[in-house]
């Protein structure tokens, strides 16, 4: 390998270590190109002497690193992107004349965004938090952004409330913490008085909050948008991306530890998924609705709070979405890459929505502060794939300003007077009828706050619905001033009597605070939509997923290769987990290198778990805290486990021998590899009420 060529090295006469370069194309330079003679020393006056502040190589190094930190994105901070392309199934003529849904087999180029929202940069991946999920369309008629979240609604209906919102969320202000969590009053007290934000809280609360993988999510618009026909006729239209992958989450406990094991588990999982060509992919779903059905919904379609469930409009799968790429420099393409909801294209156009609009307005505003200037679409990761023509000149960092004399238009020098518009080509907003008087008010149309909170509760199985008790409970045990609580639970109280029951229990409320005073009354007969459910959606597939097969000394290597086998024709992979680094030789004496010592590999980490203890490795995992660990918290967290012949002292000493159900299977051959595979594809045991 190149890097591994050998160098000229010397020692200076300190001892320090020089790396000469071997050829003209590896001399190091400064940022002006002169090559650098020693990376290793500064210019002093005499060898103990004081630094010369003459040292342009010193001051060109550290100047620049100086500036390296942009500001982070003030919400969605944390994110992970990738590049990919996006496959337009059929054309979309009829109703939009968007460039990129004209052809069948079209393919686009794409970039993606996945983010959370209120921690920081440096925050772990697993906070419980909405998923930003942005897309960048690179069509060849402009860049069409998609910024949208895992999550189809928003907990509030006008872009006045943004900055109330987020300042809620993120760490309270006098203190500084807690961190990318929302477990704390000053959130509690805004949502509790924010009854618009209800609907948003049950889908928080519930495990979208908390995905397994940004592969395993759906991702949503959220807002209704338009799009209109090369006649001009417009439809509306809610964008849905359907992950391939299927859902999957975890359960809570998994994330405090994760967030532990592995701060970067969602970004690693990413990386890890598309370096080994797992592309995970999405397909891109709309629902299409008029004017009419707009008028008969029940709710306004301009209200974020509010989404049409799948039963009243299907969704109409157009393209799908593939993620080949990892980046090549986090920083020049997650970091620097700029979402706006402005970047709409021809036969795309926005709604009314009012805090689409207020987005409209912010996005490109935030960029320039955190991007420096206004020539961040001269960055290759936000540039155009398209040609650009424009007067636009100079600015900070200009990269490529307009040739010739002409920049302005119009102008008299013909064809060399640079580029003109175009009624045929160009961008047409949808003449949409407005007028009104200028006033400040909500419209009653988003007056109800429930019944869809409502609907969304009683759309989850048993389980989930636990999982959203619980997380209530959780959340608001932080909370430390006793009257949020009961405002909560007064809100829970107009959304399904016995979750407010089951949470208010829980704070050891005693007596029921009344509930809530709604503005409208809540709908009681909306109907249950199971595509709101994760866990009555499974992918019945345990493809993409990871197992934790740990291993002793001496372990069953022929029952080993049966499981790999198995495992590679599903599409899942598997990582060997011992309590050593190293190697490990099994039954046959075959070596195996170990993918994670058991301490910094447990099993939050994997889908399923395999216990193979060799015959003479037992003493070695039992004395292991780790290692009982890895199983007591696999079966807590509802996890199928295979275990081999030698596992039952484990078993038992990890406290689980007593109580094995139907979710953990003894291994011995092929036959009941495969059959452990299958039950896999459930992903979880649910059926172990714990
Ligand atoms: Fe954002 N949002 N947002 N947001 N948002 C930003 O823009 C804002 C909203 C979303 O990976 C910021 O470039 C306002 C809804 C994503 O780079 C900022 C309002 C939805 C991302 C901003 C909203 C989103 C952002 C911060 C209420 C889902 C990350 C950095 C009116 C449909 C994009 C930036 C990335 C980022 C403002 C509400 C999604 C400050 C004012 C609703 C995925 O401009």
């Not at 002497?49 to 003030?74: A, Q, S």
């Not at 901070?77 to 392309?85: N, Q």
């Not at 998923?131 to 006008?158: H, M, S």
Request: overall charge neutral.
């Amino acid at each position: 390998m190149s890097s591994k060529k050998n160098l000229k090295t010397t020692r200076g006469k300190g001892g320090e270590l020089h790396q000469q370069a071997t050829g003209v194309d590896d001399i190091l330079t400064t940022q002006q190109g002169a090559p650098v003679a020693d990376d290793q020393n500064s210019l002093k006056a005499g060898v103990r002497g004081p630094t010369l502040l003459e040292d342009h190589i010193l001051r060109d190094k550290i100047f620049h690193f100086d500036h390296e930190r942009i500001p982070e994105r003030v919400v969605h901070a944390r994110g992970y992107g990738a590049h990919g392309y996006f496959e337009t199934y059929n054309s979309l003529k009829d109703i939009t004349s968007a460039d990129i849904f004209q052809r069948k087999g079209e393919k686009t180029p794409a970039f993606v965004r996945f983010s959370t929202v209120a921690g920081s940069k440096g925050s772990p991946d697993m906070a419980r938090d909405v998923r930003g999920f942005a897309v960048k369309l690179y069509t060849k008629e402009g860049n069409w952004d998609i910024v949208g979240n895992n999550i189809p609604v928003f907990f509030i209906q006008d872009a006045m409330k943004f900055p109330d919102l987020i300042h809620a969320a993120k760490e309270e202000p006098d203190s500084g913490f807690p961190q990318a969590q929302t477990a704390h009053d000053n959130f509690w007290d805004f949502i509790s008085l924010t009854p618009e934000s209800m609907h948003m809280v049950m889908w928080i609360m519930s495990d979208r909050a908390i995905p397994r993988s940004l592969r395993f999510m759906e991702g949503f618009g959220v807002h209704t948008f338009r799009m209109v026909n090369s006649k001009g006729a417009a439809v509306f239209v809610k964008f849905h991306w359907k992950p391939r992958q299927g859902m999957q989450s975890v359960v809570w406990d998994e994330a405090v530890k994760l967030n532990g094991a592995d701060p970067d588990f969602h970004r690693r999982d990413l990386w890890d998924a598309i370096s080994r060509g797992d592309f995970p992919e999405w397909e891109l779903g709309l629902q299409v609705f008029d004017e009419d059905f707009a008028k008969r919904f029940e709710f306004d379609v301009l209200d974020a709070t509010k989404l049409i469930p799948e039963e009243l409009v299907p969704v109409r799968i157009v393209g799908r979405l593939v993620l080949d790429r990892v980046v090549d420099n986090f920083f020049a393409e997650t970091e620097q890459v700029a979402f706006c909801t402005q970047n709409i294209v021809r036969g795309i156009d926005q709604s009314e929505d009012p805090l689409l609009q207020g987005r409209n307005f912010s996005y490109l505003d935030t960029q320039l502060k955190r991007l420096g200037g206004p020539n961040f679409t001269h960055i290759p990761i936000n540039a155009p794939k398209c040609p650009m023509r424009h007067f636009q000149q100079d600015g900070h960092m200009a990269m490529h300003n307009p040739k010739g004399r002409a920049n302005y238009e119009p102008n008299s020098w013909g064809e060399e007077g640079g580029p003109r518009e175009s009624p045929e080509k160009g961008f047409a907003s949808y003449p949409q009828p407005v007028q009104g008087e200028k006033q400040r008010v909500r419209s009653p149309t988003f007056a109800d706050h429930y019944s869809q909170a409502r609907q969304f509760y009683i759309s989850q199985t048993a389980t989930e619905q636990r999982h959203m008790a619980d997380a209530l409970a959780f959340e608001l045990s932080k909370v430390k001033t006793v009257a949020i609580r009961e405002r909560m639970v007064s809100h829970l109280l107009n959304i399904d009597k016995n979750l407010a029951m089951t949470v208010a229990g829980n704070l050891a409320i005693h007596s029921m605070p009344k509930p809530a005073q709604a503005a409208v009354k809540t709908r009681m007969d909306l109907p249950a939509s199971d595509k709101l459910s994760i866990l009555k959606n499974g992918p019945d597939s345990f493809k993409g997923r990871k197992v934790g097969v740990l291993a002793g000394e001496g372990f069953d290597g022929a029952l080993f290769s049966q499981l790999e086998k198995a495992l590679e024709a599903e599409g899942a992979i598997h990582a060997l987990v011992a309590p050593h680094a190293g190697q490990l030789k099994d039954s046959s004496g075959q070596a195996h290198t170990i993918d994670e010592k058991v301490d910094g590999g447990p099993s939050v980490l994997f889908d399923a778990i395999v216990i193979l203890p060799g015959k003479g490795s037992q003493d070695a995992l039992l004395k292991n805290p780790a290692a009982l660990a890895f199983i007591s918290d696999a079966f807590n967290h509802h996890k199928f486990i295979g275990y081999g012949e030698e596992a039952k002292p484990l078993l038992d000493k990890a406290g689980i021998g007593d109580v094995l159900d139907k979710g953990c299977l003894k291994l011995k051959d092929a036959k009941s590899v495969s059959g452990f595979i299958k039950q896999c594809r459930q992903l979880r045991y649910w059926q172990r009420g714990l």
